[in-house]
């Protein structure tokens, strides 16, 4: 049987059909469902949380029910479908990876990350189909009220995506948490060796500094050729390209929540120049630097 043929999406959904932006990088709809929804994908990370009601949740290789309390995480680019829903009622939620990943306490909670950034992160973390779980009842309430308090704070006058991060970081750790508790650890199957040269990574990138794979794997306690293999198993990509997605994915982010020019932008990424962050953000982000700005600075309150 060939599942590939069968999994072809019939449609994408857009970052900008969800209206997600600099000033609303998490945003979320109501879910309603009678019928089906057919093969699509996303170009964003997608949560739902199904409310109540039933369906059949169709991914890559495999079919789950859903019912109340279902979880569902998809990855950008992952095709799915929801067929044979009776009464399904629930809350699809969006985000931007590249705000999230802006802080590094992120990427010391293994499981949120694996669950919620790995995608973006980790080509391996792609593989497979989408992750589905159950959430209790009680449980389903706080995400609930979770996702009812940053609603609450975008419509405030005085509304800070400081705030509404540190309610969707809550909102995720506790998905997490549920997953650990029924799934287990670690999930993510790296080494100690790859965490660090992970962590290690990141370091690189905020202080603006080069690329040495020999200090990397110095750092990490073993030589260099073991960490890139090491790395790229556990990763499904070396060392090396890790590190200019982490470097883009951090232009993104100022790209997102500074008025720094291309220009100075270029600089605190160690790019040589404009044109030189250019292609590299093209290459990694699909976009040049400018277009990527211009489509998540809209003001989706005044296009409403």
Known sequence: MNLTSRFQSTHAISRD?????????????LLICQGECPLHHHEFHEICLVAEGSAEHRVEGCSRPLSKGSVMIMAPGQVHGIYHSHKLVGTNIYYLAEWLLADPIVLTERTLTWLFLGPSLFASAR????LQFEASSPLLDLLVADLREIEAEYRSPASSLFVVRLIFLRFLHRLAREYERQQGLPLDGFRPEVWHAVHCIERL???????????????????AGHLHRLFRAATGIAP???????????????LLESDLSVTEIAYRVNCADSAHLSRCFRKQMGVTPRDYRKRFSRDWKAIA
């Open 205 to 223: 990138v905020r202080e603006n500094r080069p690329f040495d794979a020999g200090t990397l794997a110095r750092e990490a306690g073993c030589s």
């Open 127 to 130: 593989e497979g189909p989408g």
């Open 240 to 254: 090396m390209a890790y590190f200019q997605r982490r470097r883009m994915q951090h232009a993104g982010h100022l």
């Open 17 to 29: 059909l969800v209206q997600l932006s600099n000033r609303k990088p998490v945003n979320f709809h």
